[in-house]
């Protein structure tokens, strides 16, 4: 008697029992597969969660800060931030001057504006003025005409690049470059159109027009707060970059030593820590629910094993009179409880699959589904029925061959 | 010396009481007899059964099985100890339902781990040998009861065991049927088989050249099978 010998013998018997009671092996498998199913789903999307959003943030520009008012993710006193004295013009050249990490700095100031072309409309469309800059902080790339320059920033030109999404609106037909367009009281004419960058959390990034910062200025007021971007040669120098802006800042704004900052340093991987601090009590919930599931399955595989047990009685009887070990009768059940888990984790790994599929057609969740994930789907549920039916096996094991022989 | 039974006692608890199945049995059998143990339900001869089939272990007392101490064996032991040493014939014939004639019969060398081609091969000589050629493919609920029981003669013979135990074999049979088994276990036993068969039957006992009785968990006369049989009937 070997283990082999056992494993086979266990493994033929599992699928002939299993055969022989349809039904109640598809009910058991269908418990089973809910729950394989549930999780698959729930790690389905959450890969998918993770993946697009760190793609999205990809695009915010992996070496990229931004100098603001408040910071991106707020702990505190709101009141507090909004008291600080503005950043302006003036300290995003202070930057340009002083910082030796920053290889672009660009001032952007915004408002949401109304953009027209003849009897096409786009409300509430972020016009942002900036300087050329903007285009490495921002990882946007000119695909047809001209970016602004210098020049047209001094003559408060009325000239505008257009994100996609405002060029799929305005010109869904005919050619923007050189188009009057009219945002507010103004008629600018279009000079470039960017590349199209896609959403991040669900927003579009591509809803945008690019005008001169002065210009902008000149039309909506300086009276407004601006937002710095500077981006830096590689994303290892973000921490001396950050630290060395600290001190510039402080010092062109003549904070008192004693006192904090009164500006935020926003980086994009901020956002990444917050999300997942954010999504990882949600996903920890989700998942429990899909364990759960599955032990409920499991206690179905429970049920059902003792119940196989309790009506093979005599059977285990006549199989240790003919000379089968405790151990043998173990790793029938075992098996046979494994199978039923098994055949249920590869439904439940179909399903789970449909389901983070469905997810990712309907919803704007790019549910995702790595290979191995369909392995682990089945051989989980194997160990849930592992787990589970290997109380019932030794019960069987632990009969009286006399009276396991004598059971009506 | 095949069976060497010493000073037996079998002792149950059943809830706080004590059951004294067997008090004290010697009983030595050789290899090649055909002896019946009989007694009324009560008498500890299924006990007894059971201890000579290493179902059970006696609670004091030696036992030598083939010169092997079998009394004091672990769990794992005794199995290999049935598989290889015994062959069970019971009264309801025990065969698995789901399982075809032939599969049945080759379960015991199955745990003996004994290679497909080799285990059909002895499992359908032991089939012809009872005189079920024709049968081998067919499962249990397709045999008549003289079928089923021919089976597990079989299955018992397969492993070629040193002893074949029968438990009441024609029990189940009408009186014809019943014959036929009988008749089958007189071939097996001028074929020089080592055949131990408990009954509460006289007249079955009375067929067998050796009877042991047994009566409230102690022999109360061995001896030859007639003889045995009518001391039954005087009492």
């Known amino acids: 008697m070997n283990a082999r010998i056992d494993i086979l013998e266990g493994s033929r018997i599992a699928l002939k029992s299993l055969r022989a009671h349809r039904l109640r092996t598809l009910l058991t498998t269908v418990g089973i597969g809910i729950g394989v199913a549930t999780l698959l789903a729930i790690l389905g999307i959450t890969q998918g969660l993770d993946t697009s959003f760190a793609k999205q943030l990809e695009s915010l520009g992996s070496s990229t800060l931004y100098i603001q008012k408040s910071p991106w993710v707020q702990m505190g006193n709101w009141w507090e931030f909004r008291n600080r004295k503005d950043l302006t013009w003036a300290h995003a050249e202070g930057v340009r001057r002083l910082s030796t990490y920053a290889t672009a700095v660009a001032p952007m100031v915004s408002r949401n504006e109304e953009v027209k072309f003849h009897d096409l409309s786009m409300a509430a469309v972020e016009i942002s003025g900036t300087t050329s800059d903007y285009l490495q902080v921002t990882g946007f790339e000119i695909t047809r005409g001209r970016f602004f320059g210098e020049s047209d920033d001094d003559s408060r030109s009325t000239v505008a690049v257009l994100g996609m999404d405002v060029v799929d609106t305005l010109f869904p037909h005919s050619d923007p470059i050189g188009a009057p367009i009219r945002i507010g009281d103004r008629v600018y004419t279009v000079v470039g159109t960017l590349s199209r960058k896609g959403k991040i959390l669900d927003e579009s990034q591509d809803e945008i027009v690019l005008i001169p910062f002065h210009t902008h200025q000149s039309q909506f007021g300086a009276q407004r707060s601006i937002a710095i971007g500077v981006s830096v040669a590689t994303p290892d120098a973000l921490d001396a970059a950050e630290d060395q802006l600290v001190g510039i800042m402080r010092r062109l704004r003549q904070t008192p030593p004693d006192k904090p900052d009164d500006f935020a340093i926003n980086r994009p991987e901020q956002l990444a820590s917050t999300y997942n601090q954010l999504t990882g009590a949600l996903f920890g919930v989700a998942v429990g629910i899909g364990f759960i599931t599955l032990l409920v399955g499991g206690i179905g595989i429970m049920n059902i094993m003792l119940v196989s047990v309790r009506e093979r009685t005599r059977e285990i009887g006549v199989r240790r009179a003919l000379g089968a070990r405790k151990r043998t009768i173990v790793v029938q059940f075992v098996l046979e409880a494994m199978t039923v888990s098994a055949v249920g984790g590869a439904l439940g790994t179909a399903l789970g699959l449909g389901g983070a599929k469905l997810v990712s057609l309907v919803t704007p969740l790019a549910a995702t589904v790595k290979p191995g994930t369909v392995f682990f789907g089945v051989g989980f549920a194997a160990l849930v029925g592992l787990v589970f039916g290997i109380w019932p096996a030794f019960r069987a094991a632990q009969l009286d061959p006399v009276e396991a022989l004598r059971h009506e | ?235």
């Open chain 2, 1 to 235: 010396m095949l069976i060497q039974l010493s000073g037996i006692e079998r002792t149950y608890t059943v809830g706080t009481e004590k059951v004294h199945a067997l008090r004290g049995v010697d009983l030595s059998i050789d290899a090649g007899e055909w002896v019946a143990i009989i007694g009324q339900s009560g008498s500890g001869k299924s006990t007894l059964m059971n201890v000579i089939g290493c179902l059970d272990t006696p609670t004091r007392g030696t036992y030598f099985l083939n010169g092997k101490d079998v009394a004091r064996m672990d769990d794992d032991s005794l199995a290999d100890v049935r598989n290889r040493e015994i062959g069970f014939v019971f009264q309801n014939f025990q065969l698995l339902p789901r399982e075809t004639a032939l599969a049945n019969v080759e379960l015991p060398l199955v745990y003996r781990g004994v290679k497909a081609a080799v285990r059909h091969a002895r499992a359908q000589e032991a089939l012809v040998k009872v005189g079920l050629a024709d049968r081998v493919h067919h499962r249990p609920n397709e045999l008549s009861g003289g079928q089923r029981q021919r089976v597990a003669i079989a299955r018992a013979l397969a492993g070629e065991p040193s002893l074949l135990l029968a438990d009441e074999p024609t029990g189940n049979l009408d009186s014809a049927t019943g014959e036929e088994i009988i008749k089958l276990f007189t071939q097996l036993h001028e074929q020089g088989h080592t055949i131990v068969l408990v009954t509460h039957e006289p007249k079955l006992a009375a067929r067998c050249p050796r009877a042991v009785r047994l009566s409230d968990g102690l022999v109360v006369a061995d001896g030859p099978g007639k003889e045995v049989a009518l001391i039954s009937v005087a009492a």
